[in-house]
């Protein structure tokens, strides 16, 4: 029989549906590109799962340890569990309650873990499957947990609740015995008042059958569970929050709530032997300490060089106590909230040689002075997936930084850390702080970044207004003087702008002693001498400061150049919103709420300065007009167009190192404009949003591809900018530059996020780039790089479109035919919210979009058709931090931010989820339990030696009888067969219990079979050895006999 694929019927209509409407669109006359691109993605290549989770677990509550199977289990405050093994093992966990873990107790070498939750429940989990289940729950219905204990080797569970009681739970059943240790028989009949929540349950570690129950109020209680009666009671007047045995069952110590440290012989309940505050004031005259703040935890361990380490928890800070012991360096990738992150950038399927390049420079940057013993948490075993393209995450931080993380094979490692303040001088104190911050923290953290994997180029930009580019070397330099550019951006013009009265559009050359542009007057390397007084307005001054001493940069990433953006007339610049960068032609654009910039990062020369408003041409009917009067500016004259003129060198755009004046029609853009501009005003302005270098057909009459910029609008416009430079090689230095607005290209709802371009066959055309060569490499190593690059011709196919342009925005996303310009699909991706992010990614040898909206819904649309082909409600916005590091790559691969300190890596790909179960790593692997040590013979002949308990005897249901049914509810857990028997509903929920009433039916009809037969085996046996001893003696006398 055929197997009914409910998919496949979708896929039809939604086909059906999606050409209907682009059929619609489409100008008469214009070829249906979809009978010529053959896609071959459907909905069965797409299903949504979590993968790993990487980083420090975020509010850590509870911690347990298992030291046979080396295993280390975090829980935190909103129901999660980390699980943590060698370097690359780790797993993750969810309570669906939500609740905090207060506490984790590990069933040492069992593959098992119990973990109470502050809404007082308890938890049994499955440790030896890749996916960790719930196998049995408790609800506690008339007593709050406040403290759990299990023995070693023990499936007797002890919980503390906070009337003081403890009970009892078998482990295996997850059911109360009957046996119940109340507070009003652990404390002396006398006491009047009650003595609080049970805050510690441990046994002797001599002898089983005494337990130590630390009571909040500071009440010590040894209690014998065979007599059921308390042996000793130990008081102190300051509350208890920890107690630790010393080994050898003779001594214990409390850590209290005055920041004292109380060690209690147990045969001497009278009083302390000894009263220590480690971390108060010790007055002189023998007086006692100061109170300081309370030990929350305590350990009681003996070495050779102190009698006791102890932890002190205050918020994040962990203190320990030892003297010449080195700590271990993390193998896992804890560091990632060293400082918040702030964007984030997923690359899957990148050059194999980065990560190894990458990695030979971070590993000089590792800290020295750690232990040079293993880890010693070192249990489970890595996955055996086939996944084995490189991936790498690249995320920017508050601080500055930049770090490179192998994230392959589901890993997370970091293999570069960049720091970009070193480029600035830092201010020492809050008094040295420059008056022209535009934030009041973290005026180094990144905005936004741009990596271009094949030619190493990095470019990030600043909350401060400030763009860094960066080369790759693998040599070490010393930049004598970091290179400069400041930048004027403004929104509006004056009227020194307005066009020349004779027609001609001719910008206005500055004049030498009012230089138009802040390179012209000084090396780059200073600050330009603006006005920063009381009296007047800052004008001309960026907002921080380049340092002036020489910068000894190592090895990896290396500043090529510092675009700075200026305050202009009292207004501090705009941050900046979009970034790009072509190695190929050399050019890093960037842009923010009042226009956009070109920049020359070789020749460190501004090519391009625009508002926003000149990109479209007079007769464009999208153009916005400026919001306030002023007199029209110039269609062209406001683009460089080093053509118009003398092909001379001397003529094209000069260094600002050099000290000459720029090229006049290049300042025509950097002129200082108007800032009659009010707040309301600068929120509803249009900001570039997006931009995409490619080659392809800035007019609809071109026939051969040419570079070009298409710019993005957060009000929806894309826009193209023809490009006059040819990629590759020296020819761009070589020959003048120009550019040329080409006006509105299509008009969408909501900002534009993303655009690509494919080519006829509906492949993606990438931007170029030229392969990556040493800066500080010689000429010749140089050359060698360049010449092993392929030359990309131009193409040219007249008669038809040969490009597909690819435009997404907040609301829809279109599919535009080149050269023609016609609009031949489109989807509505939201009515009712917004995209987030949306990257045009490679699945399964195509390409699709993939987006994730506000309401949490993930999608995917073919291309170029634009079938839905996946929408799942997925995760809804709950965080900005969430829409600020939401990143798809290709692959199926995506990731985002789940919490300040915690990355959470997903796929949309069915066969990375088909593979998910090899590619996880194992937690459990069998080990033998070690035996434990022996301890002499005197020692076990008087009494020394360790007393056992049979706790069955003790808790069993023969003679502590059962539990009140009140007092807690079993609930069976997905992971147990009445888990999974319960879970089915409906009619497959009735076949599957018919199944199992089948199997258990087949199975006793079975037993009872083979019960049957075993008695006809018997019956026959017997009926042989009687007829045997007939025979035998058939023929014999009785005094034979």
């Not at 370097?87 to 069933?107: N, P, T």
């Not at 069915?910 to 179960?917: A, H, P, S």
């Amino acid at each position: 029989m055929k197997k009914f694929n409910i998919r496949k019927v979708l896929d039809g209509l939604t086909a059906a549906s999606s050409s209907s409407s682009s059929s619609a669109t489409a100008q008469p006359g214009t070829p249906r590109e979809n009978d010529v691109v053959q896609e071959t993605l459907q909905s069965e290549h797409f299903q949504l799962c979590k993968t790993v989770r990487h980083g420090f677990p975020y509010q850590p509550s509870s911690m347990a340890f298992d030291p046979v199977q080396k295993i280390l289990a975090v829980g935190t405050q909103t129901g999660a569990l980390r699980l943590f093994g060698r370097a690359g093992v780790e797993c993750y966990c969810q309570h669906e309650s939500g609740a905090a873990v207060i506490q984790l107790q590990f069933l040492i070498n069992e593959g098992a873990l119990v973990s109470a939750l502050a809404d007082d429940s308890i938890h049994l989990w499955n440790l030896r499957q890749k996916i960790p289940a719930i196998l049995h729950s408790l609800k506690f219905n008339r007593e709050r947990i406040t403290y759990c204990h299990l023995p070693f080797q023990s499936k007797w569970l002890y919980i503390g609740s906070e009337r003081g009681n403890i009970h009892i739970v078998n482990v295996e059943s997850f059911t109360l015995s009957g046996y119940v240790i109340m507070w009003n028989k652990a404390i002396e009949l006398s006491t009047k008042t009650h003595p609080g929540p049970v805050v510690h349950i441990s046994d002797n570690p001599m002898d089983e059958g005494k337990l130590l129950i630390g009571f909040e109020c500071g009440v010590v209680v040894l209690w014998d569970l065979k007599s059921k009666k308390a042996d000793y009671r130990y008081n102190y007047d300051e509350a208890i929050h920890s107690v630790a045995w010393h080994h050898e069952g003779k001594q214990f110590v409390c850590s209290h709530s005055d920041g004292t440290l109380t060690t209690w012989n147990i045969r001497a309940p009278a009083k302390p032997a000894q009263i220590i505050t480690p971390h108060g004031k010790q007055p002189k005259d023998g007086k006692k300490p100061e109170p300081c703040k309370p030990i929350l935890k305590v350990e009681y361990k003996t070495t050779r060089h102190v009698m006791f380490s102890l932890s002190y928890f205050h918020t994040s800070t962990v203190l320990v106590y030892c003297d010449r012991y080195p700590i271990f360096e993390s193998p896992y990738p804890l560091s990632i909230h060293e400082s918040p992150v702030t964007c984030c950038e997923y690359f899957a399927d990148c050059p194999s040689e980065l990560i190894p390049a990458l990695y030979s420079v971070g590993s000089r940057q590792k800290r020295q002075g750690y232990s040079k013993k293993e880890w010693p948490i070192s249990g489970g075993n890595w996955g055996q997936g086939t996944q084995t393209y490189p991936e790498i995450i690249v995320t920017g931080h508050a601080d500055g930084t930049i770090k490179f993380w192998d994230a392959s094979a589901l890993m997370l490692q970091v293999l570069y850390k960049l720091k970009t303040a070193k480029v600035f001088e830092r201010a020492r104190g809050k008094e040295e702080k420059p008056s022209t911050d535009i934030v009041d923290e973290d005026p180094f953290a990144i905005q936004t970044l741009f990596w271009c994997p094949e030619s190493r180029m990095l470019c990030v930009a600043g909350v401060s207004a400030h763009v860094i580019i960066y080369r790759f070397s693998k040599q070490e330099v010393t930049t004598e003087v970091v290179q400069l550019l400041e930048v004027r951006m403004q929104c509006e013009f004056s009227e020194v702008d307005s066009p020349d009265p004779g027609g001609e559009q001719t910008p206005t050359l500055p004049t030498p002693a009012a230089p138009s542009s802040p390179q012209e007057a000084e090396p780059p390397n200073q600050l330009t001498a603006g006005v920063n007084s009381s009296e007047g307005a800052r004008d001309n001054i960026p907002c921080l400061q380049v340092r002036s001493s020489p910068l000894k940069q190592s090895p990896g990433y290396q500043v090529e150049l510092v675009v700075q953006l200026v305050w202009v007339s009292g207004e501090p610049p705009q941050q900046i919103t979009s970034l790009a960068v072509n190695s190929s032609f050399g050019l890093v654009v960037f842009g923010n709420s009042n226009g956009l910039a070109v920049v020359d990062y070789v020749q460190k020369t501004l090519l391009l300065n625009l508002g926003t408003s000149e990109l479209y041409s007079p007769s464009d009917p999208c153009q916005r007009q400026p919001r306030s009067p002023r007199k029209p500016r110039q269609p062209s004259g406001g683009f460089c167009d080093s053509n118009d003129g003398s092909n001379n060198s001397e003529d094209r755009c000069k260094s600002p190192t050099s000290g000459k004046p720029l090229n006049g029609k290049d300042n025509a853009f950097t002129r200082s404009r108007s800032s009659s501009v009010t707040s309301i005003d600068r929120e509803s302005r249009e900001a570039i949003s997006s931009f995409y270098f490619c080659e392809s057909f800035p007019r609809k009459s071109d026939s051969l591809a040419s570079p070009c910029l298409l710019v993005g609008t957060t009000q929806g416009s894309v826009m193209m900018v023809a490009l006059g430079l040819q990629p590759g090689g020296d020819q761009k230095l070589q020959q003048p530059l120009s550019f040329a607005s080409c006006g509105t290209l299509v008009q969408l709802k909501g900002g534009i996020l993303t655009m690509a371009l494919l080519d006829a066959a509906g492949t993606l055309l990438p931007p170029s780039c030229e392969a990556w060569y040493d800066p500080n490499a010689s000429d010749e190593e140089k050359e060698k790089v360049r010449r092993r690059r392929p030359a990309t011709p131009p193409s040219s196919q007249e008669g038809q479109d040969s490009q597909f342009a690819v435009l997404c925005s907040e609301k829809q996303a279109k599919v535009v035919a080149m050269p023609s310009q016609t609009s031949i699909y489109k989807h509505n991706i939201t009515e009712t919210s917004f995209v987030l992010r949306v990257d045009v990614v490679q699945m399964a040898g195509a390409y699709c979009i993939a987006c994730f909206c506000a309401n949490g819904h993930i999608m995917t649309l073919s291309l170029p058709s634009l079938r839905p082909l996946l929408d799942i409600n997925y995760l809804p916005l709950t965080d900005m931090r969430i829409a600020r590091t939401f990143c798809f790559s290709n692959l199926g691969q995506a990731l985002y931010l789940t919490s300040p300190t915690e990355i959470q890596r997903i796929t949309y790909s069915q066969e990375t989820c088909d593979n998910l179960q090899e590619m996880l790593s194992e937690l459990f692997t069998p080990v033998e339990t070690p035996e434990a040590p022996n301890r002499g013979f005197f020692k076990g002949l008087f009494g020394g030696g360790a007393q056992s308990l049979d706790r069955e005897d003790l808790f069993g249901e023969t003679a502590a009888g059962k539990a009140s049914r009140s007092l807690a509810q079993h609930i069976p857990g997905p992971g147990s067969m009445e888990g999974m028997k319960g879970a089915a509903s409906g009619v497959v929920g009735d076949l599957a219990r018919a199944r199992v009433a089948l199997d258990e039916r087949g199975q006793k009809l079975g037993e009872l079979e083979e019960r049957t037969a075993a008695m006809m085996a018997s019956a026959e046996s017997f009926s042989k050895h009687a007829h045997d001893m007939m025979v035998k003696y058939k023929d014999k006398k009785w005094y034979q006999l």
